[in-house]
C-alpha cells in the first residue's frame, strides 16, 4: 500500500472513532440520549397487537409503538425505531445500539441483575391457546404430555414451559423466533397447541372468524417495562416520570382501550 494510502486510511480511521466516541458519551455530556432529540428504541417488531408491522409491510404499529411515541412526547424527542432479533435484543440495549427497549419485556430478576427497568405499564399472563376443532382435550399446560407445544424462544413463555419440562411433563417443544410463526404453524396443524403471554392471544381470538381459542389463561404475575442499559439512572428517571404522566392523564388506558378494547394496564399500577 502506498504511504499516502496509509495516511488517508488512519486519518478515516480516526475520524470514525471520533464519531463512536461523540455518539457514545452524548449521554455523559449532558444528553438524555444517544442522539440529541432522539429516542432510539430497540423492538422486536413481529408481536402483535404489541409491536408488529401495518398492511405496507414498513411501519411499525401496536401498543407499545403507540406508548412510545407518547413518551417520546412528553420527552420533547423523536423516537426512532430499531428492529431487532428478539435473541439479540438485550445486547443490543448493553451495547449503546440504542437508548432502551420497548417490546414487551418482563420483569424477570435476572434481568433485573443486568439491566435498568422503568416502572411497569401493562400486566401479563400465560396463556394456552388450541385451535376450535381441536381434537386436544388440554385444559391446562399441564395437561400438554405428549403433545406438541409452539411458543415463542426465550420468552416468560419459553422460561414456563421449561419450568414445566423440569417437573416432568414430557412434551415435544417447538420454538420460533417470532410469535406469529407458531399461529401460523397451530393454524396449519403443525403443532398441537401454543402457550403464550395473554396479551397477544387476546388479540388473535377478538376477529369472529377466528380459528383460535384461549382454553385457559394463568394469573396476571408478571409486567412488561422499559428496559434501559444497567447505570443508565438519567434516562430512566426520565422515562418513568413520563410514563406516570402518561397513566396520570389517561394516555395509556386510552391506548389500552385503542388495542385490547379493553383496560389491561390499570392492574399494572395498584
Known sequence: MKLKSVIFSMLAVFVLIGVS?????????GGLTMEPGVLSVGMEIGY??????????????????????????????????????WDGIFAGVSTDKYDCIISS??????RTVAHNFTKPYI????????L??????????????????????????????????????KFTPYEYD?????FDE???GRVDAIVCDSLVA?????????????????????VFAVCLKKGNDALTEALDKALDELFADGTMRRISQETFKMDMVSPARP
Do not use: H
Open 21 to 29: 466516541c461523540k455518539k457514545a458519551n452524548s449521554r455523559q455530556a
Open 105 to 110: 419485556v418482563t420483569i424477570t430478576p435476572e
Open 178 to 182: 417470532k410469535v406469529i410463526n407458531c
Open 132 to 169: 376450535k376443532d381441536s381434537a386436544v382435550k388440554a385444559r391446562r399446560p399441564e395437561e400438554l404430555t405428549g403433545l406438541g407445544v409452539a411458543y415463542q424462544a426465550e420468552t416468560t413463555s419459553d422460561i414456563y414451559m421449561a419450568k414445566l419440562a423440569e417437573q416432568g411433563l
Open 202 to 222: 387476546v388479540d388473535y381470538i377478538a376477529p369472529e372468524d377466528t380459528p383460535f381459542e384461549i382454553v385457559w389463561q394463568g394469573t396476571a404475575d408478571e
Open 48 to 85: 402483535p397487537p404489541m409491536e408488529y408491522l401495518d398492511s405496507d409491510g414498513k411501519t411499525p404499529i401496536g401498543f407499545d409503538v403507540t406508548m412510545a411515541k407518547a413518551l417520546g412526547e412528553k420527552l420533547g424527542l423523536q423516537v426512532k425505531f430499531i428492529d431487532t432479533a
Open 123 to 130: 400486566g401479563n399472563a400465560q396463556s394456552l391457546v388450541l
Open 186 to 188: 397451530l393454524r396449519l
